[in-house]
Each structure stands twice: as C-alpha cells, then as structure tokens.
C-alpha cells in the first residue's frame, strides 16, 4: 500500500543466521506492527511499537526483537533463524489502532 | 483475552450467488470489528469497519457486515458475488486506544461459474 513498504519482499536464508527485515512508513503513523501469517494460524502479532524506542511483545516473540529509532522505522530481527520461522511477514501502521491498519506487502522468508 | 473466531475455513460460491461469511468475537468492552481481504500474493486491505451506532456497516466492493452484540457476531455479506471476490478474508477485532487488533484465522472464498 502507499505510505507503508516492507523490504525484502523474498528472503531465503540458513538456519542460524540472523535476519532483519524492514518496515518503512511515509505517513508519519505512530503506531507500527510485526505480524507473521501462517497457514491455519491466520495473523499473530508479534511485536508492535507505539512511538520511538517504545515497544511491547506480542504473542509470539520468543526469537524475535524489535527496534525503532526514527518514527518511520521498524525493524524485525530474527537473532538466529530457525525453520519454524519461516513465514510470512506482515507489517502494519496505524495512527490509531481502533481506526485499522494499513498493511505493506509482505516479506516471505524461508529458512532451510 | 480478547478472541476471534472464524467459524468457516473455506467456502466456495457460484458467481452471482449471495455471500455470508462469519466471524464470532470475545471482547470485555465494546469492541471495534474489522473485515480485511487479502488476495493471494498480497497484503491486507480493509473491507469496512465498525466502531458504533448504525450496526450495519457499509464498505467497498459491495461488502456490508452487521454487528449484532447479543450474539457477538459481525458477519460480512454480499448479495451477489464476483469472480474477482476469490481471497481469503480475516475478521479483526480491537478496542480503543493502541489495543493491538486479534485477527481470526481466515475464511478463503472460492467462487465458481
């Protein structure tokens, strides 16, 4: 969607390395979201930030960390990647959480 | 704990035929609802959404949903689907302020000539 980018859009990457993955927003949003989609499970929030350097955990963290040093980055970062992580990243932005989200495009990442 | 429940994991329709997918809500307050659609290979985009008042909820592409608080419903219709409605479609449910959104698991929707 306009305003929101998420880079990469593919990944592959080997167990045990880390990875980080890019949210980029334009709209100036203060809240940002790290969700993973997986097949049966739907969308499951795993980090999400309501303004720089402030971040909470989702229901999914475990292996994961967030940072976000200028509003209009949120960075996801798998420490060491496992192949339970692989997955489909969804990052979401929102001035407001009770006004809805607006998603990026996705990042597929796989890890072999 | 706030939780959404999409009863449905597939449905297939004829093209023209009406549309009702479901979408079951826990929520201590009043809740803000969602329906998203997501085609494949894309992100989410939000169909409509309910904060209050008129419980029938217009939203694009024809969709409309009802929210109905004794039954902790908010179920997504339309009364005559197209061929381009093939997607999977994720209900949400939040409250006010930053309360993150609980997405449900996702109806996919077929469609059928």
């Known amino acids: 969607d306009a305003g929101i980018t998420q880079s990469p859009r593919h990944k592959v990457t080997e167990t045990g390395t880390p990875v980080t993955l890019r949210c980029h927003q334009t709209?100036?949003?203060?809240?940002m979201y790290w969700y993973r989609q997986d097949p049966g499970h739907g969308l499951r929030l795993i980090h999400y930030s309501y303004g720089v350097k402030d971040t909470d955990k989702g229901e999914v963290s475990d292996g994961y960390s967030v940072s976000r040093s200028k509003t209009e980055d949120f960075l996801l970062t798998l420490e060491s990647a496992t192949s339970s992580q692989t997955s489909v990243y969804f990052c979401?932005?929102?001035?407001?959480?009770?006004?809805?989200?607006?998603f990026g495009s996705g990042t597929r990442l796989t890890v072999v | 704990a706030q939780s959404v429940t999409q009863p449905d994991i597939h449905i297939t329709v004829s093209e023209g035929a009406s549309l009702e997918l479901r979408c079951n809500y826990s929520?201590?307050?009043?809740?803000?609802l969602f329906w998203y659609v997501q085609s494949p290979g894309q992100g989410l985009q939000l169909l409509l959404k309910y904060f209050s008042g008129d419980t029938l909820v217009q939203g694009i592409k024809g969709f409309e949903a009802e929210f109905k608080r004794s039954q902790s419903s908010f179920n997504l219709r339309k009364p005559s689907v197209h061929w381009s409605d093939a997607a999977e479609y994720f209900c949400a449910v939040g409250g006010s302020g930053n309360t993150p959104l609980v997405f449900g698991k996702g109806t996919r929707l077929s469609v059928i000539a």
């Open positions: 979401a932005i929102s001035e407001l959480s009770s006004y809805g989200y607006t």
């Open positions: 709209e100036n949003h203060r809240y």
């Open positions: 929520y201590g307050a009043t809740p803000y």
